[in-house]
């Protein structure tokens, strides 16, 4: 059988914490993974721009053979997602699927909390998108919804400081901007795939009754879920356990923040896209 991977996508390296929880539970599946690292961030690009240079990554895991791509980058999934789904993807490969991970999320989000308050921490292009709002409101109308976007947390990230001194005076920041505004919040959302590393810093500035989601392992779920209901999908993709791993900039600078993200050796390979930055 020719090898038919499921693509996962992002800006950069962020969403490794999502292609982590995906692999941990699927691990049967060939797996492509794709950081546009060469035109990160994405998070205050325009609309225009963030779905230019996600369709052009997403046409490239069609021609690697992705029966299936995961956009594992919330902004991707705000900006790109929906015109890619209803007015590109019909015209050029309709036999194929692409999937965000702002859905799912929204889908579960809301049993999390108990005073039925949640923040969302995001990038400035999903903050600004209202995506969560909408998406949570179908699910859970009682659930209240704050928004911050925190546009120093993929930088901090990106260029390997997250578990620097220096990052906490930006973790401490944002996530007392968002519980002074409102301090009902029991359940804080990373709606960013970059915002796991911060992880430990984090949980150290939230106060004692407040968790913090991560969506790895809830994209991981509802990935199972749809592999399970769409079946022409799941046999289409190709079982061999193979990974490779591709970045739009140095392979080098990839493989040592991969290594660090997976905890185990990556080997990435360099593509060149079209549109520059």
């Given at each position: ?96 699927r692409v999937l965000g ?166 080997k990435s390979e360099f ?7």
């Open positions: 059988m020719a090898q038919a991977p499921i693509g996962v996508f992002d800006s950069g390296y962020g969403g490794l914490t999502v292609f982590k929880s995906i692999r941990a539970l699927l691990p049967g599946y060939d797996y492509i993974y794709l950081g546009d690292n060469g035109r990160a961030p994405y998070g205050n690009r325009s609309f225009e721009t963030v779905h230019q240079y996600t369709l052009e990554c997403v046409e490239w895991f069609f021609r690697m053979g992705c029966p299936l791509v995961i956009l594992a980058c919330n902004t991707a999934s705000a900006k790109a997602l929906r015109t890619i789904q209803q007015r590109e993807l019909p015209l050029i490969a309709p036999e194929k991970v702002i859905r799912p999320t929204a889908e579960v989000i809301g049993n999390y909390t108990r005073t039925k308050s949640i923040g969302i921490l995001g990038t400035k292009g999903t903050i600004n998108s209202g995506s969560y709002e909408l998406e949570i409101r179908k699910f859970f109308p009682e659930v209240r919804v704050h928004a911050l976007a925190c546009p120093m947390w993929v930088p901090i990230v990106e260029y390997g400081e997250y578990k620097s001194p220096g990052a906490d005076y930006f973790v401490q920041q944002y996530l007392e901007m968002l519980l002074t505004s409102a301090p009902d919040i029991d359940t804080i959302l990373l709606a960013c795939t970059h915002y796991p590393l911060l992880m430990d810093k984090i949980m150290k500035y939230l106060p004692t009754g407040i968790q913090a989601i991560s969506q790895g392992e809830i994209v991981a779920e509802s990935l199972e879920d749809y592999l399970y209901r769409h079946p022409e999908i799941e046999a289409a993709v190709s079982k061999g356990g193979k990974i490779s791993f591709h970045t739009t900039d140095d392979t080098a600078d990839f493989d040592k923040h991969g290594s660090l993200f997976l905890d185990t050796k990556v593509v060149q896209m079209r549109t520059g930055i």
